[in-house]
């Protein structure tokens, strides 16, 4: 047990780390290239963001473990919106004036429609797969295509703060190289740590995914979203938000089950898929409602959020409690 504690522990440590190094060796690389701030924001930083949890989520389907890759996925949308955006918020209300995260916003209702219609059955394969990542794509398309046609936007010297300058073509490529080759080991290291847990406690994998392995990879972000903010970068916050739950909605689902035909558990579908759509809903409707105060977290808004968090935690330890 004490094993598989550290092994849990010292994996999120090894993924935060991994995961930023290799986001600023890609991003460093594609700037070296001649790639434009936006289209790095859109791609590398997004899927930067969401490369523990598509890990996370390969490794737990092959070790026949598929419902703590759906714990993960939910719970790392649940813990971002209700979390990090609820804490963030009480700290300095969040205003976002960037029109790519106005495009972005009905973007991620449309991706979490289409994942609700794929998981439904509680069976994913091929084609749910591929479905998922071909939509992933067409959004990333579409916001590209919008990046080069309006260049003047409030998100983007943010973004160009996020990218490291000082490294060169050679050693930001070698960065993103072993940054990635970490993030493999410690994703590995992460789940067999998470499944001895789960057993030795008699906890299904799927509660072990939503609790200690999404807040987990969501820790370092909220750390991040709270620096962000004392420098005033409420774009960016929202940002990486929206950006990683679209990820973690298309990709981190998508990518196993385009390899991997599995199910998963009815609770997660009855319970947790719900949550996650009520807090997306939720989160659109603050951002947008009332008019006078669009596009604008206010701190009584993040309590709410924040507040919708807490109670779900409470009902999963609730359940948890009583079923054993």
Known sequence: MLLSLLAVVGGLVLLAWSADHFVDGASATAQNLGVSTLIIGITIIGFGTSAPEILIALFAVFDGTPDLAIGNAL??????????????????????????????????????????????????????????????????????????????????PQLDQEIRHDLSTAKALAWTLVALAVLVGSSKLLVWGAVNIATFLGISELVIGLTIVAIGTSLPELAASLAGARKGELDMIMGNIIGSNLFNTLGVIGVPALLVDFSISPVAITRDLPIML????????????????????????????????????GLLYYQTLTAN
């Open 75 to 156: 719970g790392s949308n649940i813990a971002n919106i209700g979390l990090i955006l609820g804490v963030t918020a009480l700290v300095i209300p969040i205003t976002f004036t960037s029109k790519l995260l106005q495009r972005e916003f009905p973007l991620l209702l449309l991706a979490s429609a289409l994942v609700t219609w794929v998981i439904w059955d509680a069976q994913l394969g091929l084609y749910d797969g591929g479905l998922l990542l071909l939509l992933l794509a067409g959004i990333m398309t579409y916001l590209i295509r919008f990046s080069r046609q309006d260049l003047d936007d409030s998100i983007e």
């Open 278 to 313: 009520g807090l997306t809903a939720l989160l659109f409707l603050m951002a947008y409602l009332p008019r006078q105060q669009c596009c604008v977290l206010t701190r009584f808004k993040g309590a709410i959020l924040l507040s919708g968090f807490v109670l779900y935690q």
